[in-house]
């Protein structure tokens, strides 16, 4: 197949033998949790944004129906709005990246653009934004992506690879471009985001017993202790039952983790004890997939460190896309995102071993907090959007610019501004493609088809 025309990049795929949406995700229902698939119909049903943001698999296969560049590179996979934010480095810098790397996979360039634009549009819609103004801010994705991609070819290849948005140094900038109120809310979130850290995240999940000893608190079924769900009733075809059982596969799988780190990292992990452990629902799209959070202490009275062990399974990327091995899942997760990331989590690693449920699975684990937080896309203004979608642009071109991929694409992209009109075309037309499919959903819930949990 040749390779498509930029024009050809406005292209949204037809109606005719398109997959019916619900269907895409009632069978990605099939793998997950049963217990939480409500809660994920309830998340994924409230807006047509939420909706978005639990649709990559129904988005990617549009995408792969429509005509592509067939330059690929490193892809974030599901690289909408709330999946960019801040953290901290390794180093205590605080930078502002991409955040979210479940679906990395190799594939065409622009279908991170694409997905990224289509969520301004939707995310603008939702807001209350006219066309024009939504027109605009998909516009501002591609722009700032494309004069990074044209300015990285003149850059050495480490320069690439070092470059980074320091929240610090680009905050100044930043509140220039900024309204008031925004500036403001930006302002809050940063400051929040210094103080999360295992200590706050104790704070916020945990209790104390007279003791002294920090418990996971119980908040089903969205925060549920390990204890909780050891019963014959989790677990009717047999496996792992009792407390016991359930803490000693509990320890093997994070002996398996502790096997992935680099030695001086292992040398760090090994201060710290395992405390205690629960399954936390996580995000939109992610919930259903098993996922813990794994409280441990070191030697002083406040030395906490909370872990995240998240499910990982195949791309959403990977049947449109074959020809790349994993030694595991949680490997594919935390390659792909030290390739696209400026700087990543010391504590990632992977494990593939038997959960509770006494089934094969692949994980990966990285810190719970450590000075992260996002932007509330349901909060910006029209001109707090602008530069939010710039920023994101921005940042991704960043990110693909790491690859060897940056030069191909750089001269696809020829310097003008018709790719920057080829997305916009595409991201307002598969904006009204989401709200159809969010609306199927909607349906969906009421006729009984799928089922939707009442969450508070």
Known sequence: MSAATIAQLAEVPGASGRRDPVSVVEEQALTRDQDLIPVRHARMSATPFTFYRGAAAVMTADLAATPDSGIHTQLCGDAHLSNFGVFYTRERRMIFDINDFDETHPGPFEWDVKRLAASVVIAGRNNGFKKKQTAKHARAVARYYRNYLLASVELSTLDCWYARIDVDNRLPELRKRLDSSTAESTQKMLKKAR??????????????????????????????????????????????????????????????????????????????????????????????????????????????????????????????????????????????????????????????????????????????????????????????????????????????????????????????????????????????????????????????????????
């Open 195 to 456: 103080h999360r850290d295992s200590m706050q995240a104790v704070s916020k999940l945990c209790w104390v017993d007279d003791a002294g000893r920090a418990h996971i608190r119980s908040d089903p079924p969205l925060l549920v202790p390990l204890t909780e769900l050891a019963t014959d009733r989790m677990f009717p075809g047999g496996g792992v039952r009792t407390a016991g059982e359930v803490a000693a596969n509990g320890r093997a799988l994070m002996g398996l983790y502790r096997a992935s780190l680099p030695e001086h990292i292992g040398a760090l992990y090994d201060q710290f004890d395992i405390v205690d452990v629960a399954r936390k629902v996580v995000g939109v799209g992610s919930v259903g997939l098993q996922a813990w959070v794994i409280l441990m202490w070191g030697k002083g009275a406040n030395d906490p460190l909370m872990l995240q062990v998240k499910q990982a399974q195949r791309s959403v990327l990977a049947d449109y896309v074959p020809g790349h091995e994993y030694a595991g899942q949680g490997w594919r997760v935390i390659e792909g995102q030290q390739v696209m990331q400026a700087g990543s989590d010391q504590f990632l690693g992977a494990i593939t071993g038997r959960d509770i449920d006494n089934h094969l699975h692949d994980y990966y684990v990285r810190q719970l907090r450590d000075g992260k937080g996002s932007v509330v896309v349901e909060a910006l203004g029209p001109k707090g959007m602008k530069t939010y979608a710039a920023l994101c642009g921005r940042t991704l071109g960043r990110a693909h610019a790491r690859t060897a991929s940056r030069h191909a694409i750089a001269a696809y992209l020829d310097g003008n501004e018709d790719f920057d009109e080829a997305i916009t075309e595409f991201a307002l037309s598969y904006a009204a493609i989401n709200d159809s499919d969010h609306a199927a959903m909607i349906e969906a819930i009421a006729s009984g088809r799928i089922e939707a949990a009442e969450l508070v």
